[in-house]
Structure formats: C-alpha cells, structure tokens
T-cell receptor, first 113, second 112 residues
Framework: NAGVMQNPRHLVRRRGQEARLRCSPMKGHSHVYWYRQLPEEGLKFMVYLQKENIIDESGMPKERFSAEFPKEGPSILRIQQVVRGDSAAYFC???????????FGSGTRLTVV | QKEVEQNSGPLSVPEGAIASLNCTYSDRVSQSFFWYRQYSGKSPELIMSIYSNGDKEDGRFTAQLNKASQYVSLLIRDSQPSDSATYLCAVNPGSGTYKYIFGTGTRLKVLA
C-alpha cells in the first residue's frame, strides 16, 4: 500500500518559468493538502482539496499559484512565472476524512535559479 | 493571529538522557495536537498525537498537554543519536478546519 507519492523530488526552474508539482494520495484517500516549507521555517498551509473541489485555499498566494485535484489523476500544484522566493520544499498530505495527523509525501524541492 | 511557538534550539542532550521539547499555542479553542519529527532533507513524520489533557505514552515518547496553560510537550526517554532531528509541533484549531498550524521546530542533538 503505497504512501503519498510526490514527483518530481527535485525541480529546478529558471525565473519566469512554470513549475508543476504532482501529488498522488494514498489509495482511497479523497482529501489532499499542500504545505510549503521555506528554509529555516515551519510548514505553512497552502490549500485543501477534495476530488474536483477546492475546499480551502486561504494559504495560497493570490497570484501565480493554483491547485487542482481532478476526478482522475494526481493533484497538481502549479506555480506560474516562478521567482527566487518560491524556492522551498512543497509537501503534500492526504486523508480519508477528518485527518488524525497527516502523513506527508516525500516532498518536492523547488529551486528557482 | 494564531501562533505556535517553539524554541529553535539546538537542544543538546547526552545519549540515554531524557529530551524535553516544548510548544505553546495561542488559540484557546485548539482541539488536536501533533508532534512530527523531521530529519534534514526529509519529510515530516508523525510520531505522536494528543487530544485531551494529561499524558500519552508511546514507547520512548510521551506527549503532555495542558490546555489551561496552552502548552504541549514531548519527552523522549533514553535518547539515542538517531533521535537527532528537528521536532515540529502542530496544532489543529478545530472549528471544522482541516489545516494545521506548525511551529518552526526545535532542533535536537543527541550526543553519543
């Protein structure tokens, strides 16, 4: 039973390019959460999605960032026109229903050069 | 603004000693509390959850919660060098929200 799968593990983008981060939840899980961890900082909530719906995006920057969780396929976190300040580790977690502690994926480490 | 505060450390303890990690939170209505361990370059790993006042033990780990003081702690008995990591405290404020508020973590070093 695979855990939460994220890919790619490492992603390097030049300023102005787009970054696409993918998250496949644990089997049977329909709730996905994205968090960002900046260097030397704690994890910050970004967005909570259920299949085909964004439930809470209160932690998402207003511009350039978007997320989706389609009926089929992984959840995608998309960052357009990346800037150096977007360099961080992005973690995804999933749950069946109300989470009793998230299980995180291995994360995607984005570096913007 | 809801906050979770932790001492950044590093907290250094000798092998075999008890490590005590502390966390305070600002939102009185918080319902659920979690401790995560994060090794450098890795993802956070859930090690303990606690929901009611008092102590909860799991192996070498004990979580302690005092809602009146808005304080949660993690004790690690018989500390091992492999326990050296950053420990993150997370709080779920409740009220129907699924998001967690994380502290910035305490770095623990267990000296062999």
């Amino acid at each position: 039973n695979a855990g939460v799968m994220q890919n790619p593990r490492h992603l390097v983008r030049r300023r102005g390019q787009e970054a696409r981060l993918r998250c496949s939840p644990m089997k049977g899980h329909s709730h996905v959460y994205w968090y960002r961890q900046l260097p030397e900082e704690g994890l910050k909530f970004m967005v909570y999605l259920q299949k085909e719906n964004i439930i809470d995006e209160s932690g998402m920057p207003k511009e350039r960032f978007s997320a989706e969780f389609p009926k089929e396929g992984p959840s995608i976190l998309r960052i357009q026109q990346v800037v150096r300040g977007d360099s961080a580790a992005y973690f995804c977690a999933s749950s069946l229903d109300t989470p009793q502690g998230y299980t995180f994926g291995s994360g995607t480490r984005l570096t913007v050069v | 603004q809801k906050e979770v505060e932790q001492n950044s450390g590093p907290l250094s303890v000798p092998e075999g000693a008890i490590a005590s990690l502390n966390c305070t939170y600002s939102d009185r209505v918080s319902q659920s509390f979690f401790w995560y361990r994060q090794y450098s370059g890795k993802s956070p790993e859930l090690i303990m959850s606690i929901y009611s006042n008092g102590d909860k033990e799991d192996g070498r780990f004990t979580a302690q919660l005092n809602k009146a003081s808005q304080y949660v702690s993690l004790l690690i008995r018989d500390s091992q060098p492999s326990d050296s990591a950053t420990y993150l405290c997370a709080v779920n404020p409740g009220s129907g929200t699924y998001k967690y508020i994380f502290g910035t973590g305490t770095r623990l070093k267990v000296l062999a």
